[in-house]
């Protein structure tokens, strides 16, 4: 097992499993638990990122939509992002998110 001490942590290679990454520290309140963090060092799926914007009150609000590909073990798709560009955008201009992926799926049938 590979070990890398960052302070009070280890991040190490599972034996038992070499397809994941992981990462151990003991709690510092108490000795007793341990918090144990398990990462694939393979992707799961790919995402595809398009970037837009609404413009509202004269103001350009840009945005990413993040169309997940493929379908996880049993079949189902991944749903659809939207993140913001920046975090000052008006509620009324978030409350368009369900509209902007609708759109998105509506274009992509």
Request: aromatic residues 14%.
């Amino acid at each position: 097992m590979e070990i890398l001490k960052l302070k009070k942590m280890a991040i190490y290679s599972d034996q038992e499993d070499p397809n994941h990454i992981m990462w151990n520290k003991q709690n510092e309140m108490a000795d007793d638990k341990q918090l144990a963090v398990v990462i694939n060092k393979e992707p799961s799926f790919n995402e595809l990122w398009f970037e837009g914007f609404i413009e509202y009150n004269d103001d350009k609000h840009q945005f990413w939509l993040i169309h997940p590909q493929g379908v996880d073990p049993h079949g189902n798709e991944y749903e659809i992002d939207v993140r913001w560009f920046f975090a000052r955008v008006p509620r009324e201009v978030r409350g368009m998110l369900p509209y902007i992926i609708d759109a998105f799926k509506q274009k992509t049938k």
